[in-house]
């Protein structure tokens, strides 16, 4: 079995339903047509995009941060940092990119020293099975341990890996969805719904079948 194979028998396994990237909402229009880009690569882009103030352009991400199936809510309140009027939003993304893009699994923040400082093999299903190592009592299966656990994607994502949107904005939903209803292939939706913290992750209200 190949380490692809390997990889979506985890995401089987576990029920994965989707990845999570969180941004700017301003951002999402030309993510829909473009893809997401790593923050290094966006002084390339024929598009504008918001990010939040960081290092200087060399220290930036030359990789797409990803979570599963939920968010870290530290994160999500930290990356939204001196934008505070700036509304954000959420792309849900196929799983398939953990097999079908070249991804470093990082099982805890990736800004931490400890994954910085790394030198190690990070990618494969060994690196994706450490994200549910030792699990505490009553974590769903498919929720990485710790909610800052981080899949680094190591390149642009195309759109089509796009399944659909979450915001809290009603006004921009509409919107939103005609967007989504350009892109070819299966129909996607936008979850209109606050995001609310549970303990330490941020999970999308929606129902498992």
């Known amino acids: 079995m190949s380490a692809a194979e390997r990889i979506q028998q985890i995401v089987a396994q576990r029920n994965i339903r989707f990845l999570l990237h969180f941004t700017f909402l301003r951002n999402v229009p030309a993510m829909l047509a473009h893809g997401i880009w790593p923050v290094a690569d966006l002084e390339q882009a024929p598009f504008d995009a918001l990010v939040p103030p960081s290092a200087p352009l060399n220290d930036r991400p030359a990789a797409v941060s990803l979570s599963i199936e939920a968010m870290s809510a530290v994160l999500f309140e930290k990356k939204g940092g001196g934008e505070p009027d700036a509304a954000r939003a959420a792309l849900f993304l196929d799983p398939a990119i953990l097999w079908c893009e070249p991804c470093r699994f990082c099982a805890t923040n ?25 699990p505490t009592e009553g974590l769903a299966p498919w929720l990485p341990v710790d909610p800052e656990a981080e899949v ?8 089509d890996h ?39 992750r941020i999970v999308p209200p929606l129902p498992r079948g």
């Open 152 to 159: 680094q994607v190591q390149g642009r994502i195309a759109p």
């Open 162 to 200: 796009i399944l659909g949107v979450w915001t809290s904005e009603r006004e921009e939903a509409p919107a939103l969805q005609a967007l989504l209803d350009r892109l070819p292939g299966p129909e996607r939706d936008v979850l209109l719904a606050p995001f609310t913290r549970d303990g330490g």
């Open 110 to 134: 990736a800004a931490t020293r400890q994954m910085r400082d790394h030198t190690g093999w990070l990618g494969g299903p060994w690196g994706l099975r450490r994200f549910f190592d030792d």
